[in-house]
């Protein structure tokens, strides 16, 4: 039985939609605006979508767009309006919309389009995931605009701080719509001319700089010299230095040529509270790819992700992140990834074992010093959490400054020297 997910602000439409499609033996669920549109379809991808363009939160030619960014159109779209455009059919076709629909809508019009749509075995291409999808993340939103700034000036970019699928992500950014892609990677003959001129005006990626071989090497120095030439992007990446690479035998001057404009991925530490959306869409973008089975993230297993002490490798935090996830959904034998599965998953040094294990003895304690000890554990948790950022202490514990600094002093929590400031 065929699920169809109805989008619309005004319960009567959605009402009526809902009667006549179950009538005709479909599977109904119902959404009053984008917010709910994005959890069901998350939840339990849906076949089909009727999707309104007029709602009041977030309208749906933006959410379309959304998810078009995003890569989860693996469904088929119908947009509906009462107050439709050619133009704005146009520009909803353009960002993967299957059909459009005129409200008010006729029977067998909607009969019609629906049964078209579900036997339209050939979904839109899934465009590869980009950071545009981050874009809630004003950090992500800060790098984003670094990388494109980088890129628009240098026919080749050093990403540092990433490899392997993270990396893929960051240069799909600045890759242009159709525009042809090579990663110099998979290449193990001898490059040629011919090679470089058939993706004029694309992409070369080189996903991990460390794994190269030296005719891959060679291929990377013959490329380099054409790019102006044939309007050729390089991106490259890596989690090791480039002194690494020179002690490891890569030429010295090939490196100074990678290396004369570089971005570095962001650190994680202090955007706890932004880590369950992202690692949302990366399980999100694994699934829709086929790489892994259907899952998805319980709250608590989110909460434990957020918690995690992700500045402890700030270099690799991204790789790590993007590995965790598709590990945790290559491992978790329920569909349900749970707090449990994360912690399975995410290696532990000593020093948060003891911390945990640290709250044992506090159950042994009279309560008021339990509760002293366990607010300093609490303090000095989050403090590390946000990498010293007594803004965002406070407003993750709900204390104005000035008693939180004394309640700090008070529990004898010492302060790095951000905090000091």
């Not at 959890?39 to 076949?47: H, T, V």
């Not at 159109?73 to 133009?87: A, E, F, K, R, Y």
């Not at 992140?321 to 569909?335: C, G, I, K, M």
């Amino acid at each position: 039985m065929a699920i169809i997910l109805v989008v619309d602000d005004e319960v009567g439409i959605r009402e009526l939609l809902s009667e006549i499609l179950i009538d005709e033996g479909y599977d109904v669920r119902l959404a009053e605006n984008a917010t709910a549109a994005r959890q069901i379809r998350n939840d339990l991808r849906p076949d089909l979508v009727l999707l309104d363009i007029w709602m009041p939160d977030t309208d749906g030619i933006s959410l379309l767009k959304e998810w078009h960014a995003a890569g989860h159109l693996n469904m088929p779209v119908v947009m509906m309006s009462g107050h439709g455009t050619i133009d704005t059919a146009v520009e909803a076709t353009r960002f993967g919309a299957f059909d459009f629909l005129e409200k008010p809508i006729a029977l067998q019009k909607l009969l019609s389009t629906v049964q078209k749509a579900l036997k339209h075995d050939k979904p839109p291409a899934r465009p590869a995931l980009t950071l545009e999808s981050f874009t809630r993340s004003a950090f992500v939103k800060e790098f984003k605009r670094r990388l494109e700034q980088a890129s628009a000036k240098s026919p080749a970019l050093l990403i540092k701080g990433a490899n392997g699928g993270m990396a893929e992500i960051c240069a799909r950014t600045l890759q242009l719509p159709r525009a042809p892609w090579l990663d110099l990677s998979e290449v193990s003959s001898a490059l040629t001319q011919d090679m470089l001129e058939k993706i004029t005006g694309g992409i070369l990626f080189v996903p991990n700089l460390a794994v190269l071989g030296k005719m891959q090497q060679m291929n990377l120095a013959f490329a380099m010299d054409r790019l102006e030439k044939l309007n050729l992007q390089l991106v490259a990446a890596t989690v090791v230095s480039l002194t690494t690479l020179a002690d490891a035998g890569w030429d010295s001057k090939l490196l100074s040529r990678i290396g004369e404009v570089w971005v570095a991925m962001p650190s994680l530490a202090g955007h706890g509270d932004e880590l369950p959306e992202i690692a949302g869409l990366l399980l999100t973008n694994f699934v829709e790819r086929g790489e892994v089975p259907l899952r998805r993230f319980s709250t608590a297993a989110l909460n434990t992700l957020r918690s995690l002490p992700w500045k402890r490798q700030p270099d690799s935090s991204w790789s790590d992140l993007y590995v965790l996830v598709r590990n945790l959904a290559l491992t978790s034998l329920d569909e349900e990834i749970s707090a449990d599965d994360v912690l399975r998953v995410m290696p532990q040094d000593g020093g948060e074992r003891s911390e945990m294990q640290s709250l044992l003895p506090l159950f042994d304690q009279p309560l008021r010093e339990a509760r002293d000890a366990f607010e300093k554990l609490y303090f000095e948790h989050h403090l590390r959490l946000e990498g010293g950022n007594m803004t965002k202490l406070a407003e993750r514990s709900g204390l104005e400054r000035t008693h939180l600094y004394r309640k700090l002093k008070q529990l004898d929590v010492k302060l790095g020297k951000r905090g000091e400031e």
